[in-house]
């Protein structure tokens, strides 16, 4: 019998991984925004129409890319962020996998502007199903703007699977207040068709959260704080009595990475037991400091969910945490449940 066994193709390749890496608009807004935050911008506008479906664009102020770098960032496995396996255990960056923007470029039309601190001209690329239609050099400022059009074109599947655009915008606002909330020190601005929906300037953490939920939350809002020997917690929490029916405001952060947790959220659900109700859901904007060799965040592509040496103590530091805080806080039970 002949041998039937051949690699595919780089263009199908990626477009194979992007299935798994970009699964809607709001997967493309936190690729882009995390890579912004690699490369230490100090400023990040992001700007999208029609729900991402026509436009995806952020532009930073970092440090941007050689004209070589610029057109490797679209190579599979391509990064600057690891080299090593050992650095596989070390991991200060959000990215490191290398497969953010091939897989992008595999499924959309992608425009990237990038120029460096020390070069007059960037570099312009113009880049659509894997493939480079355009490269040359041009004017612009330091930083890099990648814009995302035409999302999914070539995957009909996808693209008709995508919601309604108050759905696909929900989950985009969702990344940008994750990135937002971790990144207080950034200046963040987005616009949607034009219409700016979020303007805040870098600054402390408790005034990014007043510029994402509204002033009410600056009385709202109980610190926490919690350092052992090898965990810190920092943080806020909200007062018992602002607790919500819906779960949208409660966030968890690992070395500045959001995480869901349904087991984690147990925990200060926990210490919340007997000031709210169990159908409530209290704000929280919880960071977590360890060594990056406790956690391994390789678990899946998109990194939001990643696994803890010790899991169990973890739990009990955060309720202890967030016990401590609401105690120290002096609340008294808004709830009387035996009457
Ligand atoms: P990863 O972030 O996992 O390294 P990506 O595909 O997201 O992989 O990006 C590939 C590389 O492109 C990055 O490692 C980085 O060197 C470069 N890059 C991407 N976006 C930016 C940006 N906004 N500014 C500077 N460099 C960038
Ligand atoms: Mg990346």
Redesign the pocket.
Known sequence: MQDIIHLLPDAIANQIAAGEVVQRPASVVK??L???I??E?SKIQLIVSDAGKNLIQ?V?D????SET?AR???ERH????IRTSQDLFNIR???????????IAAVARVELK?KTESKELGTSILIEASEVKHQSPDTMNK??S?AVKNLFFNVPARRNFLKSNPVEMRHIIDEFQRVALANPQVSMHLTQNDKEIYNAPGGKLSQRIVHLFGKNYQSQMIACHEETEWLKITGYIGKPEHAKKTRGEQFFFVNNRFIKSGYLNHAVQGAFEGLIKDDQHPFYALYLEMDPARIDINVHPTKTEIKFEDERSVYGIIKSAVKQALGTHNVTPSLDFHT
Not at 78 to 81: D, E, R
Not at 93 to 103: C, I, K, N, Q
């Open positions: 690729e882009l995390e890579n912004s690699d490369a911008s952020v930073d970092g440090k941007g890319m770098d490797m960032s679209f391509a990064t600057s962020k960056t959000m990215g490191f996998r290398g497969e953010a923007l091939a897989s990038t930083g890099t990648i």
